[in-house]
């Protein structure tokens, strides 16, 4: 089956650096990918739509300075937090649907565990 | 506005029996709608995936019913067994590419 990864699966950081977290897709191309962030006992909320060659599409609410996406290849997105915060601190996940596959079937990496002192 | 409903209490059931979460939306009409699991910890995995033209979807211990009348999905869990002990998430589909999740619902199945 499809396989997404991330880089790296924890990551510890003092306040004010940044943190680059990897995304790709092991065994398929995907033209789009999307980054989740999940708060503890709470669900996945949508960050942003990322696109190969383009621009990200960031939901309503996320600062695109702060949260800058890369999607450089077909394999593989990045998302950099910039000057990170406390409240930054979450599960992030990314995601990604193969291109052509009916349903919008959706295949996520296993999460980032962000924890920024 | 749209919204997607779990009951955000965990559910506890025991080894054998029948597991049943539900899933209701309101304010649109989702083409399909999908199954995730998540554990702690991890990315959620995909389960099932039911179009709204189907009433009913089985794979192995897991059935999915949608009920387009009544805005409602449930998922059921046959001879659960503590290895099915997660969190659930719903996903109707909204129209967009990406998707939208429920709250999720979490199972303990005890032993």
């Known amino acids: 089956g499809a396989v997404v990864s991330q880089h790296p699966s924890r990551v510890i950081c003092k306040s004010g650096t940044s943190v680059k977290i990897e995304c790709r897709s092991l065994d398929f191309q995907a033209t789009t990918m999307f980054w989740y962030r999940q708060f503890p006992k709470q669900s996945l909320m949508l960050m942003a739509t990322s696109n190969e060659g383009s621009k990200a599409t960031y939901e309503q609410g996320v600062e695109k300075d702060k949260f800058l996406i890369n999607h450089a290849s077909l394999t593989l997105s990045t998302l950099t937090v910039t000057s990170a915060h406390p409240e930054d601190s979450s599960f992030y996940i990314c995601s990604a649907s193969l291109t052509g596959g009916s349903g919008n079937e959706q295949f996520f990496g296993p999460g980032t565990r962000l924890t920024v002192l | 506005s749209q919204k997607i409903e779990q009951n955000s209490e965990a559910l506890n059931i025991q080894e054998g029996k029948t597991a049943t979460l539900t899933c209701n939306y309101t304010?649109?009409?989702?083409?399909?709608l999908q199954w995730y699991r998540q554990d702690p910890g991890r990315g959620p995995v995909f389960l099932l995936l039911i179009r709204e033209n189907e009433k009913e979807k089985r794979k192995e211990r897991l059935k999915v019913t949608f009920d387009t009348t009544l805005k409602q999905s449930l998922f059921h869990i046959t001879a659960s067994q503590p290895a099915d002990s997660a969190t659930y998430l719903c996903?109707?589909?909204?129209?967009?590419?990406?998707?939208?999740f429920g709250s999720g619902t979490r199972l303990q199945v005890q032993p």
């Open positions: 304010n649109y009409s989702p083409a399909y």
């Open positions: 996903a109707p589909h909204t129209g967009r590419r990406a998707l939208t």
